[in-house]
C-alpha cells in the first residue's frame, strides 16, 4: 500500500493538493492511503519548509508548490 501525505495547514493550496492527489490516485487504480499532515512539529521534522507538499511512501517529492496533474501521475507511480 502507498502512503500518500500531503503537508499543510489547510489553506486552500493544502486542499486543491489533497483533492488532486486523492483523485489521480483513483485514477490510476493505486493502493494508497492518503494523510493530511497539519501538524507544524510533524512537517518540519521532514525537512519541509515550505507549503503545500506532496510526500510519498516517506519522500518529500513536491514543496512549495501543486504540482500539475501530470506531475502528481509522475510522481504516484
Do not use: F, W
Not at 486543491?16 to 492511503?33: F, P, S
Amino acid at each position: 500500500m502507498k502512503r500518500i501525505q500531503i503537508l499543510g495547514t489547510g489553506c486552500p493550496k493544502c486542499a486543491k493538493l489533497a483533492e488532486t492527489t486523492d483523485a489521480i490516485a483513483k485514477e490510476l487504480g493505486l493502493d494508497y492511503r492518503l494523510e493530511k499532515v497539519t501538524d507544524i512539529n510533524a512537517i518540519m521534522d521532514l525537512g519541509v519548509m515550505m507549503l503545500p507538499a506532496l510526500v510519498v511512501d516517506g519522500v518529500v517529492k513536491v514543496a512549495g508548490k501543486v504540482p500539475s496533474a501530470d506531475e502528481i501521475k509522475t510522481l504516484l507511480r
